[in-house]
């Protein structure tokens, strides 16, 4: 397990959002990034999570009171499945990606296929 600060962590989880093209981050919509020591207990070893309703499944009506989309990435997972520092930050930057593709409707077997998964 790498050891790394609270504080180390949010910056690679900062440094993997600013490795996304402003372009793409600005089409990016009532989406707040949140950082979790602990996967949920049914999945133990995830290491991010999308919690919302992709732009390609959002109707008319959405928007009209409704809460942000979560990402969630997962610390210590994370820190349990890297090997080191520099591991983590690509893990993280990976895990940004995967989650905010999962935003804009892109589901897990093309993001394998894309070498994103």
């Known amino acids: 397990m790498v050891e790394m600060t609270r504080e180390e962590f949010e910056e690679a989880v900062d440094d993997g959002i600013d490795s996304i093209p402003e372009e793409l981050l600005a089409l990016v919509d009532n989406v707040v990034i949140l950082i979790e020591d602990d996967a949920p207990e049914s999945d133990p070893d995830l290491l991010g999570l999308y919690d919302g309703i992709a732009l390609t499944d959002r109707g008319s009506e959405w928007g009209l009171g409704d809460l942000p989309d979560r990402i969630f990435i997962y610390m210590n997972p994370t820190l349990r499945h890297c090997e080191d520092a520099g591991h983590v930050r690509e893990e993280v930057a990976v895990t940004v ?10 589901d897990d077997e093309r993001l394998h296929q894309l070498g994103w998964g």
């Open 97 to 106: 990606v995967h989650e905010i593709a999962h935003h804009f409707g892109i």
